[in-house]
Structure formats: C-alpha cells, structure tokens
C-alpha cells in the first residue's frame, strides 16, 4: 500500500502548482491526511493536513495564506492547491496518513506510508 504524490514541475516564483495524493492498493484514508516536504540537505518538514472524515484543516505557517489542502472523498484522493510560490518552496513533496493524536500532527514520525514523492522546483 502506498500513497503517490503527482503534480510537480517546474514553476516560476510567484506560480501556482496542483498535487494530488491518491492511494494504491486497499483504501488507507483515514483519521488525517498530511503533506510534507523534504529540500535537499533539510529535515522533513510539515506543510498541511486535513481531516478525512471532517473538514478541519492544519498548516505551517510558512505557507498559510498561500497553500490549501483539499479533498475529494468519492475519488480516494488528497490535494495541495500552491500558489504566489517562493523558491524556497523547492523540495520533495510527500503525502502521508497521519496515525496519531492531533497534537501530534506536526510530527514526521507520526505518520506512514511515505511513497516517492513529487518534485517541486521554484525558479527565481
């Protein structure tokens, strides 16, 4: 079972990107879904997540305002709407199920099914 991330490219600062998140093998969504990237050289950071059975939604402040995480329960799948986007918005991007508490929810250690990720590259 893994969750894939797709949608990543090549942007412009100040460009918009879409990822989606959509599960391989038995249905995984559940409790939270979350988004985190990784830049090269970086720890892992927390970006966003959502409740998948609720609509409650979570992000790091780096990105609030400009990110927003979505859902679409009938087709299995995660989004990750990014806009007005910064070159340090260049990283790995990862979908996760988060198998926590909710104060855990900043947490990398706290969630599974880490796929492949999605590249997303910022230019200046």
């Known amino acids: 079972v893994q969750l894939q991330a797709s949608g990543g490219g090549l942007v412009q600062a100040g460009g918009s990107l879409r990822l989606s998140c959509a599960a391989s093998?038995?249905?995984?969504?559940?409790?939270?879904m979350g988004w985190f990237r990784q830049a090269p050289g970086k720890e892992r950071e927390f970006v966003a997540a959502i409740t998948w059975n609720g609509g409650n939604t979570y992000y790091a402040e780096s990105v609030k305002g400009r990110f927003a995480i979505s859902k679409e329960r009938a087709k299995n799948t995660v989004y990750l709407q990014m806009n007005n986007l910064k070159p340090e918005d260049t990283a790995v991007y990862f979908c996760?199920?988060?198998?926590?508490?909710?104060?855990?929810?900043?947490?990398?250690?706290?969630?599974?099914?880490w796929g492949q990720g999605t590249l997303v590259t910022v230019s200046s």
């Open positions: 093998g038995r249905t995984v969504m559940s409790n939270r």
């Open positions: 996760v199920r988060h198998r926590g508490p909710l104060s855990t929810v900043r947490d990398s250690t706290m969630y599974e099914y």
